[in-house]
Structures are given as C-alpha cells and as structure tokens.
C-alpha cells in the first residue's frame, strides 16, 4: 500500500497523506461523489477527478501486484526462480515489463528452436553467439546426429540460428529497444483488399493510406481497424525494417567474422518471424488502447453535457412526436410527468385533418393547462413546429426537444414496465416531454450508448466505456441531487451507495407507505443498512418535509452542527436559512473541529444561502430561424442560430433546423486557434452560426463560428467531386465528408470521422 501510495502521489502530484486516506474511503466502500463531497478534510479536498484517477491507478497496481505474484509462483514450480530474477520481476513497473522478463521461461508450444534444442544444437548457437574467431562450418561439423536428425551441417547450422532467434525475441532489453522503436518510427500502412474496392467505396481514401502511428488521432485509429474489421481492408504497423534490424545488430553483433555473420542471419530471421509479430500485435494493442481512451473521454464529456442540460422544471407539458403519413403522437403530462391523455393528429396529410388537429391540440391545451408544448427534431418535426406556432397559443412555449434515443427508450423494458398498456409510440412522445423537464431524470433510462453524442462509441472497448459512462451519470445525478418521493428507479439507482435493488426497495416501500417524511426514514428500507444512508442521504431532497434540511445537500451528519449555528444565532433553523445576514455573521473557525474544517463549513454555508440549489443552468426557449425548414432552404452566408448537438475532436455539430446537423470543423470555431471544441463549446449549448457550404445532394453542411466576414456568394455551392462537409452522426456510425489532405488522401466516404480526419491540413 505504501509504495503503492507513492507511486500515485508521485504520479498525481498530490501529498501521499491524501492517497492513502482516499484508497481507506475507497476500500470501505465509499463512493467517488459522497469521498469529493462530504470528505474535503480527509482527502484534502481532492476533487472527482481526482478520486477516481487515485481509484483507477491503485487498481492498476493491485493488478500488477496479483500479475507479479502469479509469474513468481510460475517460476518457483518450473524451478527457475533465482534471487536475482526475483529482485528483476520485484523491480518491474509495469507487467509489460513482467511479461519480458518472464517470457524466457514461459511454457510454449513446440518451435522451431524447441525442435533444435532437442537436436542438441544449444551449445552450437552459444559458441557462434560469442562471435569468437573461426570457421561455423567446422564448429557445425561436430553436431552432426543421424539419429536425432541432424543430417548436415547446414541443418545444424540453420539450428543453432533458430535458437539464437528465439533468445534475441525473448531478450528483455532487445524488446524494450524494439517497442520504442516501434511506437516512434512505426506507420499505419492499408490498402485495400482485393474484390473489396466497390463494396468498401466509404474507406475508399484508406485504400492507400500511411500515417505515423504515435501521431494518428483516435477517430482515425477506429475507422482504420473497423474497414480491417469488415474485410475491406488489410491494416499493417510496421516501422522501417533496416532500421529495426541495424538497432538490433548493434546490440548482439560484436564482432566482424564468420560466426558473426551467423548471428546476423539469425537477427534477420528472428526480427521478421518472431520479433516484427510480436511488437506489431503489441502496438496494435498499444494504439488501441490509446485511440479507445480518446474516444471514451469525448463521449462521456459529451454525455455529461447532455445530461446536465438545462431543466424546464415542473410544468404542464403537451408533446408530440411527429410523423407525416402516420400522424403525430400527441401526449399530456402533469407537472410530475405523469401520462394524463394521449392521442394522434394528421396535420400534414390534408385541410380537413389540419382543421381536426387545430381542434385537438386547443382543446388539450385548455383542458390540461398546458404551459409548454415540446416537439421531437425527428421527421416532420419542423413542419410540425411551424404548425404549433401557427395557432398562437397564448402563453404557451413551443420548444424543440432533441429526440436522439426515444425510440431505443420506447421499446425497452423501463418503457414497458412504465406504460404497459401503451404502444411505443406514446412511450416516445412522453420521453420527449420528460426530457424538457428534467433531462437528467429522463435519459438516465436510456443506455447512454444511444442518445448520440460520441465518436465510434461501438467500436472501443465496451468494459471501460461502460465504466466510464456509469462514473458519468453517476456524478450528474449526485450533483444535480435527486427528489426521493419522485424519482424513478433508475435515477436512484445511480445515487451514492444505492444500486438498482436498493433502488427498487425505496420505490416499494415508498408505495407501500407513501412518501418518505424525512431522510432518517429511509433506514426503514429493508437491506437500507447504515453504510448506504450514509452514502446515500446527502444527495436524496426532500421538499416540504418536517425537516427543513432534508431539501438540502447538508449531510444529516452535520444536522447537529447547523442547530447549533441557529442557537448560536439566537433564532431557529429556519430564520437562519431566510436570513441572510444571520448568516454572513456566523464566525465559522469556532465550529472547526477534528472532524469538520473549513471546506465542509463552507460548502453548509453555501448550501444554507441557496438551499438544494440546482447546478444546472437557468432554461432559456429556444428558436430557429423562420422560413428555413430544409436543407434546401439554406444558402451560403446565411447566419443562423443553433444548437450544439455533439462535440468531436475535429469540430461540433450544430443543429439548424433542416433535419440535418452541419459542422463546425475546429477551424471555423474561431479567429484563434482552438485544440480542443470542449474549451469553446458544450452539448446543448446555443450558437450563431454562419453557413458556409452546402451539398444538398449529399445533405452535407459545412457552417462556421467566426465573427469575419460572410461569405460573399448567395448561392449553396455544391461541390460534387469532393464535398467539405457532412452528415449527422449516428450512434454507431457517424458519417462524413470533407477536403483531402496534403497527401491526396481524402478519407472515406460515408464515415464522418474518416472523411475529416485531414481537414486540419488545408487550414494549417
């Protein structure tokens, strides 16, 4: 633990003090929201990232360390372990470096240098290693065995090679040499595979492609193995071989004569049979990793923003999910979100059903006391916006609501089990309405996979995108805090030191007893043992329950604390919470003691000033331009505004409403250079933007926001060879389109991440 704790301190740039109390709160069970809010004292107010990278990294090592072991205890009953192979494997840092050392004696399948030891031909392949002057032939002359199979002396010669091979590839410092090479000198290499060139015309520009490895970005990394992953194209990583072998003959070769030159037959062989393999699978997995961490990363950034947008709040809501020829969907909810009344309008199919739905949507508007109408961007959503606003309902906000993963919901079995007596399409409807009100509360029931917003989220690895997107959710929920008489199973699922059974037992007691009168009685819940309230209760609201500070993000382990802050006072908890000069006059250094400093009096003086405030911000209506509806309706220089829609490493995508997200590459952010879309913008967020080029064929929108001047033409400039821009990205597989680099390598057709991959070129 202690070397472990230096180790991450050393690497975190944190005091050791900080990780050994963070890995104690970890291994007793606590989570990564309650240690970064109600621990500041023991952790030294480490923040999220922080705990979790402390997390994260002791695993790793705890893994290293059972890794460590096993190899250990490999050795001791292969009788191969010596004091000072085990000093080597105890020094070793990471287990790429274990497995080097442990490689020599590791039990394989039968090869080619088995086969030769066998023969005897070991003390043949240690004489021509030492590189003394002579003749090999003579040398070989004497390991001639008609009964072992060595006929001649070539046989004998090519032998002792092969085992010379083998040990150069099982050498733990010739194979740290040749992984640095690798990772600095090698290039991603693909063509196309033969017959494929039609099938795969959307990898078309990787059908000739290099690139160095260390440089190539994620995106690119991840189109590359999916086009080698369907059979489209034949990927290698392979560095400059004379370079490779040079570095090697450095190392082994030490002398210049006959029995030298063995050896470096031997180099040549076993670089190209065994080492070039080895260090290539290597780096493919190296590459890998690294592009899926990249990708991760975006995605859960993404998902963050998504999650933490803006809430509507509680109010009367009327949604539609619209469609032409099958109608709109039309569903009314509480200010709970409660389903009251559902039906189906056809306003874009005739005048006689324009005249039914106007009918319809009056008179649910009236009987409901709807307050705001959300409309899914799908299909027919701007037409059916444009018809909403053509009754100018009187106080009533039109709002389009993103619907990006409301079908996924619709059919799930949350949905089922939500609305079992209503199809999927009413089940949509009401995702959407949710989603006004309370996005987080409503896409927490969606795998976070399907609500649009990453960059080959199919293609990383599925373990680690999992935990980082459950981490994700986790801290929006628990900053956001949740209402514990309202929530759905799947937002408390996601508290602090809940889970989906303890969850599940809240929701039954709470309608076996009705709503929860104070935070103490969650302890009633069965399996609600004292770890999870302690956890949990911090981030559960209770709104106008006999305790005022149950609606905050006090910690009933700090009730006490604050009573005596109102006695203190010389008023009651409730005049200290309405009167802000009472609190401004709080001393807070006497209420420091051992278990309570400065960061936690803090946070409850905050908490006391704005009570179970929500950090999310306020929400503003939102609107796009009129009159511009289609793709068609665009033209070059029109400035608009928009919504951001997903955030990639190369640009943000922008909703404009024409059914089809444009790009921002990164270039046309801003007049500054800007390295990473995150530091300007955010999911959800809203922007002007100018439209720079338009591909109506293709349905692609290259837009910018730049503050320059406009473009001068009034005219979509299609370019039909190689067109800028690109399509909306989907879950799996976003699509694009864009310039070709310096090389003549424009990237493929049909995968937006692909095809922008070299834009960055034509702006440098």
Known sequence: MSNHSKIIAAELGVAEKQILAT????????TVPFISRYRKEMTGSLDEVQVAGIRDRFQQL????????????????????????????????????????YLPYKPKRKTRASEARKKGLEPLALRLLEQAAGDPEQEGQSFLNEELGVHTVEEALAGARD?????????????????????????????????????????????????????????????????????????????????????????????????????????????????????ENELRGFSKEKADEEAIRVFAENARQLLLAAPMGQKNVLAIDPGFRTGCKVVCLDKQGKLLENTTIFPHTGQGNIRNATESIQKLVAKHEIEAIAIGNGTAGRE???????????????VMVNENGASIYSASEVAREEFPDHDITVRGAVSIGRRLMDPLAELVKIDPKSIGVGQYQHDVDQNKLQAALDDTVMSCVNAVGVELNTASKQVLAYVSGLGPQLAQNIINYRNENGAFKNRES??????????????????????????LLDASGVHPERYALIHKMATDSGCSVEELLKDVQKQKQIKLQQYVSDQVGLPTLNDIMNELAKPGRDPREQFEVFSFTDGVNEIADLKVGMKLPGIVTNITNFGAFVDIGVHQDGLVHTSQMSDKFIANPNDLVKVHQKVEVTVMEVDVERKRISLSMKKGPSPKSDKPKVKQARPKHVSKPGPSRPTAK??????????????????????KDKFK
């Open 23 to 30: 890995i104690e709160l970890l291994d007793e069970g606590a």
């Open 62 to 101: 705890r893994d290293l360390d059972k890794r460590r072991e096993a190899i250990l205890k490999a050795l001791t009953a292969l009788g191969k372990l010596t004091p000072e192979l085990e000093v080597q494997i105890n020094a070793a840092a990471t287990i790429t470096e274990i497995e080097d050392i």
């Open 163 to 279: 085992i010379i091979a083998e040990m150069i590839n099982e050498n733990a410092e010739a194979r740290t040499i040749m992984r640095n090479y690798y990772q600095q000198q090698a290039k991603f290499k693909s063509v196309v595979v033969a017959g494929k060139e039609e099938g795969g015309v959307k990898y078309k520009d990787y059908f000739n492609w290099d690139e160095p490895v260390k440089s190539t970005p994620s995106h690119r990394v991840l189109a590359m193995r999916r086009g080698e992953n369907e059979s489209v194209l034949k990927l290698e990583l392979v560095p400059a071989e004379d370079g490779a072998i040079a570095l090697l003959e450095r190392q082994f070769v030490k002398a210049a004569n006959a029995n030298a030159k063995q050896v470096e037959l031997a180099i040549q062989d076993g670089y190209k049979r065994l080492l070039a393999p080895s260090m």
């Open 384 to 398: 059916t916006e444009l018809f909403i606003r053509s009754l100018a309902l009187p106080e009533v906000a039109v």
């Open 522 to 547: 969650l302890k009633k819940v069965p399996r609600l043992g004292d770890k999870a309230f302690e956890q949990a209760a911090g981030f559960l609201r209770i709104r106008n329950g006999a305790e």
């Open 738 to 759: 864009k310039h070709e680099p310096r090389k003549e390598k424009a990237l493929p057709e049909g995968d937006l991440q692909m095809k922008l991959a070299a834009l």
